[in-house]
């Protein structure tokens, strides 16, 4: 399994990033994808994540609203659209993929990919 996160870089405050999420060797079915961040010096925390058997989906609230998740199972990606970046959201974005019963935990994902790093600043 492996998972491969894009789309990261330099944003300034209110501008939008489109992150993605590669999965290979297995197919989205009915997993869920979870997108997690780490900014410096604080711990990791949940930010959205989809069950792709029933395409539900789960923000945290400090990106409700702002950001979208959505799956294209065709290709096997997960996005993660952000919109009007702020920059407390400056940290690196990891997806996981797992079968989770709380989605916004990282303990419950079993595969991780590597980080993608958003800064947004002017």
């Known amino acids: 399994v492996q998972l491969q996160a894009s789309g990261g870089g330099l944003v300034q405050p209110g501008g939008s990033l489109r992150l993605s999420c590669a999965a290979r060797?297995?197919?989205?079915?009915?997993?869920?994808i979870g997108w997690f961040r780490q900014a410096p010096g604080k711990e990791r925390e949940g930010v959205s994540a989809i069950k792709n058997f029933d395409d539900s989906t789960f923000y945290a609230n400090s990106v409700k609203g702002r950001f979208t998740i959505s799956a294209d199972k065709s290709e096997n990606t997960v996005y993660l659209q952000m919109n009007n970046l702020k920059p407390e959201d400056t940290a690196v974005y990891y997806c996981a993929a797992g079968f989770p019963t709380l989605p916004l935990l990282d303990y419950e994902y079993e595969y991780w990919g590597q980080g993608t790093l958003v800064t947004v600043s002017s």
């Open positions: 060797r297995f197919s989205l079915g009915n997993n869920a």
